[in-house]
Nanobody, 123 residues
C-alpha cells in the first residue's frame, strides 16, 4: 500500500484543517488506518485510528472532541478533520495502514506509512 498525505498548512489557533491520505496500491479496505504526528526530536505520537469499515474509531485524549477520522473505501482515502486547532497541535502528520482486523494505537503494528504533511498552528 502506497500512501500520500496532503492538506497540511499554516492556520491560526481556533481554525480548522482537513488532512487527506490517499492509497494508490493494495486493498485499502483490508487495512486499519491511522494518523500519527511527530515533532522534531520527539517520539511519533498516535492521534486517531479507524476500523476497516469505518464503524469504529479511537482517538488520543488531547484531540477528542476536536478531531474526526473518517474514510471513504470507494475513494481509497482516509481523512482527519481537525477543528479548534491549538498551537500544541503543530507537528508533521503521518498516515499509516495496518493489515489487521482490530484497531491499534501502536505504531509498530502499522505496516505502511505515508510521508508527513506539516501542520503549523499559530497563536
Amino acid at each position: 500500500v502506497q500512501l500520500q498525505a496532503s492538506g497540511g498548512g499554516l492556520v491560526q489557533a481556533g481554525g480548522s484543517l482537513r488532512l487527506s491520505c490517499a492509497a494508490s496500491t493494495g486493498t485499502f479496505s483490508d487495512h486499519v488506518m491511522g494518523w500519527f504526528r511527530q515533532t522534531p526530536g520527539k517520539e511519533r505520537d498516535f492521534v486517531a485510528a479507524i476500523s476497516r469499515t469505518g464503524s469504529v474509531t479511537t482517538y488520543t485524549d488531547p484531540v477528542k472532541g476536536r478531531f474526526t477520522i473518517s474514510r471513504d473505501n470507494a475513494e481509497n482515502t482516509v481523512y482527519l478533520q481537525m477543528n479548534s486547532l491549538k498551537p500544541e497541535d503543530t507537528a508533521a502528520y503521518l498516515c499509516a495502514a495496518a493489515g489487521r482486523y482490530t484497531l491499534t494505537r501502536n505504531g509498530r503494528d502499522y505496516d505502511y506509512w505515508g510521508q508527513g504533511t506539516q501542520v503549523t498552528v499559530s497563536s
